[in-house]
């Protein structure tokens, strides 16, 4: 596993690998079912901490990213696909209204915001 951790970056080390896994699981470079390093080995590869790689797993866990089975490790969660698309039509959203605010605060009318979103569209087509 290629994680890479930044010591001199002012992102704390669990958020950097929790930040690189989600990376990993939502462009399915790690698959539903497949088990994260454990918590020991992965913290004596990179050369920190087990509590802030448990932390980290924590951090998946509790956004829906994997899940744990005492005892056996942690897991990506068949959940996160769903949530990850959830999230991404979210981000979406948030730049469209985005892109709606500023029109408006041009002036233009929603006929203008409308005739211009479905330009963009035929020409992504």
Known sequence: MNLIINHSSMEPIYEQLSRQFRALISTGQMKEGEPLPSVRALAKELKISALTVKKAYDDL???????????????????????????????VENLLEQAVRKGRSLGLSNQELT??????????S
């Open 61 to 91: 866990e509790q956004a829906g990213f994997v899940r744990t089975v005492h005892g056996k490790g942690s897991f990506v969660s068949s959940a996160c696909q769903e949530l990850f698309l959830e999230q991404q039509k979210q981000e």
């Open 115 to 124: 005739d211009t979103f479905e330009l963009i569209l035929e020409d992504l």
